[in-house]
């Protein structure tokens, strides 16, 4: 039995993102356990083996209280990272990952567990937008609705933007992927999007690659990248 703990799904939540674990559950419920950690109770990955960690997209206020948390546990999730436990870490929920989160004349201190930071921009309209990527040979697909934009080398990036834009305007390098970490800005049911992904995810947990639904869900991938590759401009060629 796989262990697939979801954190804080009363907190973090915002676009359904606690759906792409509902989902990975339907694909082998056999074979996979859930669970629901409350932000008030420790986590199972404190004490105990678990095989996927997911925390999705949460406000900015909710931010520096999931900081507050998981500071407790950085050496706890840094060891898991390294043993190549799997995390999935949609929304700006990445940024908590990074050395800090500026906020104007304000610096809230990341876990730092990767070299680079997020900047805010509050003062300005949320920024939205869609986005195709490669992540190897797989073709991805996100969307985005933000204040903040991340900057960094991302040399250990997760997404190769061919169409929208990465961490930040500037760049076409999107996420974080170190072993099995996998951080993403895009937001919504992560897995349900990108059906060729959550095969792979289920291969990394060492089950078979089925898909609830598989061939509805694949229909609905080729249709909505079919759109997006009609509607999005091409990525700027810049790393």
């Not at 969307?143 to 760049?171: A, C, L, V, W």
């Not at 970490?181 to 990108?194: C, D, H, K, R």
Request: proline residues 3%; contains cysteine.
């Amino acid at each position: 039995m796989k262990k697939v703990e979801l954190l804080f799904p009363e907190l973090c939540n915002i676009y359904g993102e606690s759906y792409s674990v509902t989902y990975l559950k339907r694909c082998s419920p056999e074979n996979i356990q859930v669970i629901e950690t409350n932000h008030k109770d420790t986590p199972a990955f404190v004490s105990g083996d678990v095989d996927m960690v997911y925390l999705g997209c949460l406000t900015e206020r909710k931010q520096e209280i999931v900081l507050s948390i998981l500071k407790n546990y950085k050496a706890r999730i840094q060891e898991l990272i390294e043993k190549g436990v799997i995390f999935l870490i949609t929304g700006n929920a990445v940024e908590l990952f990074g050395r800090e989160i500026r906020d104007g004349e304000k610096t809230i201190e990341g876990l730092g567990l990767f070299d680079f930071y997020a900047v805010r921009y509050m003062n300005r309209d949320r920024h939205n937008s869609q986005f195709i990527g490669k992540y190897g040979d797989l073709t991805l697909l996100g969307h985005r609705s933000q204040f903040s934009f991340s900057y960094g080398s991302f040399e250990n990036n997760f997404i190769d933007i061919e169409k929208g834009i990465g961490m930040n305007p500037d760049t076409n390098r999107e996420g974080i992927c170190v072993n099995k970490f996998f951080g993403t800005y895009s937001l919504g049911p992560f897995l349900i999007l990108n059906p060729h992904f959550t095969k792979l995810l289920l291969e990394k947990l060492g089950l078979e690659p089925r898909l609830c639904f598989e061939k509805e869900i694949l229909e609905a991938y080729d249709y909505r990248l079919a759109e997006l590759t009609r509607t999005i401009q091409p990525s700027k060629k810049r790393r």
